[in-house]
């Protein structure tokens, strides 16, 4: 039995990661800061549900420790929880950039600090996917604070990949493109703004949620045993058309 805890497990990427992991067998626990959406979630794939705010103290240990009184172990961590601020840089406050890094990276930080933990007093092994973005590699105008989260994210993985090597943990970057879910309804629901998009991606189209949990399924998966520290874009070509 492998047990899975994702964060952000509410809506968007985190909810199709849930499904995706519960369908092929894992027992799931899904946190989310809204309770009512992480518990409509774990009903649907017959998993459990803990209301967790990544940004609170002890909020990595609260979500560790609910997956283990639920299943008796913990395998495998993936936090999708996250947020985009967009806006000019110089309009930006220091409040709003100080929020993105508490959700993305410092949010993301505690919970596999935990897990890192947990696996440890399990006996070693364990798999942690971060979730990042193609803004952990590439800038966009009016992406300032995202970006400086998610390459964070993507450099705060390749740290825990080296530091954790020797407990048998593994620490991955999955890079979603722009996706089809309600973070990024402001993008895709205006016609001009989502043809500029649409226009850098090979692909021209948004990436399914599901699309990302396929990815982040290998990744959280004893297929990808070699696998550690490594940034797998999931862009529809993005990356690689420059």
Known sequence: MTVSLITGAGAGIGAAVARALAARGDRVVCADRDGVAAARVADEIGGAAVAVDVTAEGAGEAAVAAAVDAFGRLDAVVT???????????????????KSLDVNVIGSFDTAAAACRRFVAQGGGGRIVLIGSVNSVIALPGQAAYAAS?????????????????????????????????????????????EA??????????????????????????????????????????????
């Open 80 to 98: 999708c929880a996250g947020i985009e601020i967009g806006g000019p840089a110089e309009e930006l406050t220091t409040a709003a950039v100080r």
């Open 150 to 194: 998610k390459g964070s994210v993507l450099t705060l993985a390749k740290a825990l990949a080296v530091d954790w090597a020797r407990h048998g943990v593994a620490v991955n970057v999955v890079g979603p493109g722009v996706t089809d879910t309600a973070m990024s309804a402001g993008t895709l629901g205006d016609p001009a703004r989502r």
């Open 197 to 242: 998009m649409m226009a850098r991606i090979p692909m021209a189209r948004p990436a399914r949620p599901d699309e990302i949990a396929s990815a982040v399924a290998f990744l959280a998966s004893d297929q990808a045993s070699y696998i550690t520290g490594a940034y797998l874009p999931v862009d529809g070509g993005w990356l690689a058309a420059g």
